[in-house]
């Protein structure tokens, strides 16, 4: 466990946690509730375009079974 | 889970005065972490008193057990709360974990020695300290934690050094 913890230890960008260790709690969690705000519009698109392309992928195969 | 509902269901516990330590990965993002999370985790405290403010602060927003089929009889209450210990809850404004006990850290009265207050999305409460947080996801032994710990660890470096 020990072994693998350290080898994701390698990949942590440093400079991003120090930027946040300057910030209070309270900054940290306006700054999250942003992040996590662009995320969830992220998801809503991605699954807005996976509708819609399940929409268009049916109404086609309608078509060509109309055909 | 909404970007709204870290607020509101923390909010709500704070409002409600309910005894509770935050933990897991809002613990972490409070202590420097820059993961992404969406659950809320938090250990509450099982008297009599704060089970009534549990289940009157969450009353409004419908709890329900989390992937359990819909329609079934639940009823989220003083008598369910005590006759069961840890809840993993959906409700209409988010999810919320409440635990009455966690691995590694045991329930709240053991764990509030190991907790400090913060201010979070405007609101005062509990938190577990970030040696604490570590010791919990240790403890928990899970794959998907390692690299949290590792970012945890790392953090505390950054603290000590």
């Not at chain 2, 996801?137 to 710990?149: E, N, S």
Request: aromatic share 6%; charged share 30%.
């Amino acid at each position: 466990m020990d072994d693998i913890i350290e080898v994701y230890k390698k990949d942590i960008d440093r400079s991003l946690l120090r930027e946040n260790l300057k910030l209070t709690p309270q900054q940290r969690s306006e700054r999250f509730e942003v992040a996590m705000r662009l995320i969830f519009e992220l998801r809503r698109a991605a699954e807005l375009r996976r509708t819609t392309k399940r929409l268009l992928e049916a109404e086609s195969a309608s078509k060509q079974r109309e055909a | 889970m909404t970007e709204k509902g870290f607020r509101d269901i923390l909010g709500a516990l704070c409002s409600g005065n309910v005894e509770f330590i935050l933990i897991g990965g809002l613990a972490a993002m409070a202590h420097g972490s820059a993961r992404a999370t969406v659950d809320v985790d938090v250990v509450y405290r099982r008297t009599l008193e704060n089970m009534h403010r549990i289940e009157q602060t969450l009353a409004p927003f419908a709890p329900y057990l989390r992937g359990a089929p819909l329609g079934l009889p639940f009823r989220f209450d003083v008598a369910t709360i005590s006759s069961g210990l840890n809840f993993t809850l959906r409700t209409s404004i988010g999810d919320l974990d409440l635990l009455g006990e966690v691995v590694g850290g045991g329930d709240f009265e053991r764990l509030i020695t190991h907790s400090e207050t913060i201010k979070l999305f405007g609101n005062d409460m509990q938190c577990v300290t970030l040696a604490k947080l570590i010791e919990l996801k240790r403890a928990a032994g899970r794959p998907k934690d390692l690299d949290a710990i590792a970012e945890l660890e790392t953090l505390q470096d950054e603290l000590e050094s």
